[in-house]
């Protein structure tokens, strides 16, 4: 049975499936793993201090505890704080206590003199005694870290939907939080179709081509914190179909068929996905290019995506609907696409109807540009088509022509979208 796409802007489409996920309210699942371990993790719950950090007053450098007001001046030395421990030394005016970075500050001294700025008046070689001068004027504070002063008790620290980075991690582990609630990772079941499709490593023959979809986009859903289940290559034949679409139900929270999607009686991707779960398929095309055939869908209460099979197709469609949708359902609060400004190079035509988006090399601002002027790159297209991978492979990132735009002009500014 052949059919015909109703097209829809593709954020429209995208919104439509996220507003059916939500309305499914199946919330992430949490999990406990090792702190040390867990860069690139979503927090699960807010994390709240319990303590002050630091916990005591703190020197910044090595040098000697004083009161400011003493200062400058010749100083007596009434010992050493040993690093690790709480001191029992008292400060008086004209008093100095030799200190360690990180040392607790005693109890008297308001700051600490740097040991350069310190000068030695016996020679004895025993710097936590005898007598010191300082020609430096120091004020309340100075080269101390108070209690708190970085994080104070009852305070919001790291809020739910962080994807934690190397200093969260450290953050974590100075409350001697060894263990942190994270949202599980969201198993993905790649699902790559057709007779005429191979493995990336088997021997290939005129008329076939290798699967690189699955290992492609595995790799982009796992840079975005998925779990993939590789289904590998299902032969064109309802039944196999049928039986891949229950096992993903079961065993995955997010299902991608690549290929299947269009108009052929052998696409049977848009029948299977209605057997799936309610409500089923929500958007079948989309005014996009390059993945017209692009097929949204939410199946008792997990998001199901029909990319096209042409790479360069399968891998746009995945970058702008795939990965909004998959750090959406981890609660990722901070994840941003990341943007550079450019100046196209040349005209690019584009169809009207349709959101287009293509690939651009960015070629370093001429180094002479007027002073005082901030010079974009160069945005410059690459050719290529839906089924010629090193199009992507040569490119440097996106850019979009809109829907109603018919021609970018060369030295149009243009947002690139970096692929990175």
């Known amino acids: 049975m052949m059919r015909t796409f109703d097209l829809l802007p593709p954020s429209v489409a995208l919104a439509k499936m996220h507003a059916a996920l939500d309305a499914a309210q199946l919330g992430p699942q949490v999990e406990r793993v090792n702190t040390a371990a867990a860069r690139g993790r979503i927090l699960a719950v807010d994390i709240v201090s ?53 040392g607790n500050v005693p109890e008297g001294a308001d700051a600490v003199v740097m040991i350069e700025q310190i000068k030695f008046l016996d020679t004895s070689g025993d710097h936590a005694s005898g007598k010191v001068q300082t020609q430096t004027q120091i004020t309340s504070g100075d080269n101390t870290i108070q209690p708190g002063e970085d994080v104070k008790a009852g305070e919001v620290v790291i809020r739910a939907g962080t994807r934690l980075r190397e200093q969260e991690i450290g953050g974590l582990l100075s409350f001697g939080m060894t263990e942190v609630g994270v949202v599980r990772k969201p198993r993905v079941a790649l699902i790559a179709s057709g007779d005429e499709v191979v493995p990336p490593g088997a021997p290939i023959r005129l008329g076939q081509v290798r699967n690189i979809n699955t290992p492609m986009l595995a790799a982009l859903i796992e840079r975005n914190g998925g779990e993939v289940i590789d289904f590998g290559i299902l032969p064109d034949l309802r039944d196999a179909f049928d039986s891949a679409a229950a096992r993903a139900m079961r065993e995955a929270d997010m299902v991608i068929f690549m290929a299947g999607t269009s108009m052929s009686e052998r696409d049977f991707t848009p029948d299977v996905v209605n057997g799936m779960g309610k409500p089923g398929i929500l958007v079948h095309g989309i005014a996009f290019r390059p993945g017209k055939p692009t097929l949204f869908a939410v199946c008792d209460g ?119």
């Not at 009161?67 to 421990?85: D, H, K, N, W």
């Not at 450019?342 to 988006?357: C, I, M």
């Not at 991978?389 to 970018?408: E, H, K, M, N, T």
């Open 302 to 420: 997990k998001p199901v995506y029909g990319l096209p099979g042409n790479p360069v197709s399968a891998f746009v469609t995945a970058e702008l609907f795939v990965t909004p949708t998959l750090l959406r359902m981890q609660g990722d609060i901070l994840s941003s696409v990341r943007t550079v400004s450019a100046t196209l190079s040349q005209d690019v035509k584009s169809p009207r109807d349709l959101e287009h988006w293509f690939p651009v090399k960015l070629v370093p601002a001429s180094a002479g540009a007027a002073k005082g002027v901030t010079a974009l790159p160069t945005a410059e297209p690459v050719t290529t088509k839906s089924n010629l991978i090193f199009g992507l492979v040569r490119a440097d990132g996106l850019v979009c022509a809109p829907i109603g735009v018919d021609r970018l002009t060369a030295g149009t500014q243009v947002e690139v979208r970096l692929m990175v």
């Open 50 to 102: 319990s303590i002050p950090l630091p916990e005591f007053r703190r020197s910044t450098v090595d040098g000697y505890a004083v009161r400011a007001g003493s200062t400058p001046g010749v100083l007596r030395v009434i010992g050493e704080v040993r690093m690790g421990e709480i001191t029992h030394l008292r400060v008086k005016f004209g008093d100095a206590a030799l200190i360690h970075t990180g």
